[in-house]
């Protein structure tokens, strides 16, 4: 049995040289915040995706805020996403006092169930929701061409949250390539930086859209609302020292430091994918053959498809014993984690009224699934480990 002297997260960034050299460099320059190398990585990050804008902003959560600030969610404006996720993705709604409604998952993809979605909105009266906020839940890049047709039939809008996404892509009905937040069938994504994310920058995130309007109204919401274009101002005679606050901003602006790390991670985000995809491979491989046909494997979400590319933030299995197997894998210092406890089932939105909500697929996923360890820098042998001591689990 092979035995390891450190523990193995779910999840963990990969810091290089070149990353540490790219942030020291920031740190020697003239901008601290909101200079050049927001810009820059703006710039290489919508490239990567396919986007025509990107807007970087201080984290995910901030990046959906600021995505319902600029479709007007207000209260009375209502919102369908999924409760598999983080809690983010649907809070960004409350934020603004709008009210979210909850869909099921389709039980393959862990992904909102565009027919359970369609049920809803032609359960109630036209014009009743008002906007979509789908999840490439574990990676899984969601048919956003499907979900756009819907979304037009009802006059909705449609959020991205793209976080567990970038480099994602599904293939469209003219077969080609859509990359998860390239903004052609989605209104607006949104993207994460944080440590377990694909691309790491301590804190941070990104919108992403090919609407120029929306782009523009990001910008200026990222920053208290305050704008100085010369060209844009109600009052343009005050002088050149005059900046105008046009509507109720936020300061959501992320540091230059980090746009530096950013960009320097972005750099490998390809590197990073291809080790994502062996490794789910490995894990496919690994279940697939009989030591795993137990009872004790319900489901794994790995098996890749040639019509896209899962982009692997997570790779899920669902168990019979959930909680038997988490705690054996910690006992051996391997941190799987569970993603997510449903989002309707948190107090906060139990105590506003989902008691009742018929959401059977995703409570059904939550009581087996579990992350297991999924990032670029997991090595082979530490792999074996984990899958050893599942075998060991799953045998008895
Ligand atoms: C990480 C994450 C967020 C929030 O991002 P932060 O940068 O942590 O604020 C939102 N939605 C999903 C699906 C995420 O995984």
Known sequence: ???????????????????????????????????????????????????????????????????????????????ITTPITFAASANCVRYCGGEVWFADIDPETLTLDLERVRQLIESRPKGFFHGLVPVDFAGYPVDLEAFRALADEHGLWIIEDACHAPGGWFTDSKGEEQWCGNGNYADLAIFSFHPVKHIASGEGGMITTNDKALYERLKILRTHGITRDRGNLRYPDHGGWYMEMQQLGYNYRIPDILCALGTSQLSRAEEGMQRRQEIAQRYDTAFSTDDFRTANIKKIHGVPSADRRHAFHLYVIEVADRRGLYDFLRDHEIYAQVHYVPVHTMPYYQDIGYEEADLTHSERYYSGGISLPMYPTLTNEEQDFVIDRIKEFVRG
């Open 1 to 79: 049995m092979t035995t390891l002297t450190h523990a193995i997260p779910y999840g963990r960034q990969n810091i290089t040289d070149d990353d540490i050299a790219a942030v020291t460099e920031a740190l020697k320059s003239d901008y601290l915040t909101t200079g050049p190398r927001v810009d820059a990585f703006e710039e290489k990050f919508a490239e990567y995706i396919g986007a025509r804008y990107a807007v970087a902003v201080a984290n995910g959560t901030a990046a959906l805020h600021l995505c319902a600030l600029a479709l007007d969610v207000q209260p009375g404006t209502r919102v």
